[in-house]
């Protein structure tokens, strides 16, 4: 069995979505645009969204001191174009790397997919066509590296038909992830009734949806959001990573979703691991007491709420997190990850996992079995 990184990201070109995008959508598309003082920016239709930086793995102070910069008035320091590695964006050279960082195969997720989610929310024509045209782009990924980069590809739940449209055109490219936003749907819980057919579709095509840190529909209200507009990551987001992938984990177990589609899984990816013992303490103390106190619970379960995460989620755990730890308390559900290049990743993910007392070996299911049973690679 391989050694498989489960989150890595590939960086999108300028281009990319205008490229992909269907003819009739490209007035809508992302595009990276420089300003006249020489700093990249993410924009859509001309607004700026995000400013864009080329991440080095254990240097986040670089990307505050790029966002100082700018805000002082002063020119960029480096042409985005001429210091973005090769290994950032094309598969060929990213696949190269990941060998050479011990991994054999490679889970790679957008990169600034993770940012523009939210800001386009209101346009649901511009959410669709942006992340039709990365969708595409997963096939050529997949084609490209002959299947060991896993591109995940990213989908809204907002439109039924269309994401039936695109799990269809994914699993035909060979896609087996796609990345989905931990959060209601138009004011709904993912557990609603009417969101039934979209899990079964997932089941359907063979593809997991995973959550992972984004900036997505929040779990909480905007009120709570003090920081300047230009923060890049609020500061309750990085605080309460997990807590959005909780919640709709838990609202999924208790609704009884997972017992009507029992080929349902999840991943949950780079929103931590810490939580996860506690969080399945919890899920249970929670269940049975609220059960006794209200006479019923809210859907007659088949088991217990911990026994439906530990058999349909998975989640990826940083080596400082000490996962061999979290398996004692909390089972064999975890996966190895570098988040290559961000900052706050790692390039040396196998020997910071010896380090901590987790060996690299192929066959083990933190090291690959896990994001294999995602991939519907093995059964359990």
């Known amino acids: ?189 993912l557990s609603h009734p009417d969101h039934d057919p979209i899990w079964q579709a997932f089941v359907e095509h063979g593809i997991a949806p995973v959550f992972h840190t984004a900036d997505q529909p929040r779990a909480f209200d905007d009120a709570w959001y003090t920081d300047p507009e230009d923060a890049i990551v609020p500061v309750l987001d990085s605080i309460f990573l997990w807590t959005p992938a909780a919640l709709s984990i838990t609202d999924l177990i208790l609704n009884a979703t997972f017992d009507r589609h029992p080929g349902l899984r999840i991943g949950i990816i780079e929103l931590g691991s810490i939580w996860v013992p506690m969080y399945l303490l919890m899920l249970d103390g929670g269940s049975d007491f609220t059960t006794r106190l209200n006479g019923r619970p809210i859907a007659k379960l088949r088991k217990r709420p911990s026994e439906y995460f530990r058999d349909h989620v998975r989640v990826a755990s940083f080596s400082y997190e000490r996962p061999e730890h979290l398996m004692r308390g909390a089972g064999d559900i975890f996966m190895a990850c570098s988040d290559y290049p961000h900052s706050e990743g790692t390039d040396t993910p196998v020997a910071d996992y010896a380090s901590a007392g987790c060996e690299a070996a192929p066959g083990t299911a933190f090291f690959g079995g896990n994001i294999g049973f995602l991939l519907g690679q093995r059964t359990s």
């Open 1 to 189: 069995m391989a050694l498989v990184d489960c989150d890595q990201h590939l960086y999108e070109t300028r281009t990319l979505w205008s490229d992909y995008a269907d003819p009739a959508d490209r007035e809508l598309a992302l595009g990276i645009v420089d300003d006249d003082r020489g700093y990249a920016w993410l924009r859509w239709q001309g607004r700026p969204l995000q400013l864009c930086d080329v991440q080095l793995p254990h240097d986040t102070m670089a990307l505050g001191d790029h966002r100082n910069r700018y805000r002082d008035g002063l020119p960029a320091t480096y042409s985005y174009d001429e210091v973005l590695p090769e290994d950032y964006w094309a598969p060929k050279a990213r696949l190269v790397r990941a060998r050479a960082m011990g991994f054999d195969e490679a889970v790679v997720f957008p990169n600034y997919g993770l940012i523009w989610e939210r800001a386009l929310s209101g346009s649901l024509p511009a959410l669709k066509a942006n992340m039709a045209a990365w969708n595409r782009w997963c096939a050529v990924v997949v084609e490209e590296t002959g299947g060991a980069l896993h591109p995940v590809g990213h989908v809204t739940l907002r439109d039924s038909r269309w994401l039936d449209e695109q799990l269809r055109l994914l699993a035909a490219g060979g896609v087996r992830l796609a990345f989905v936003a931990p959060a209601l749907v138009d004011g709904r819980p």
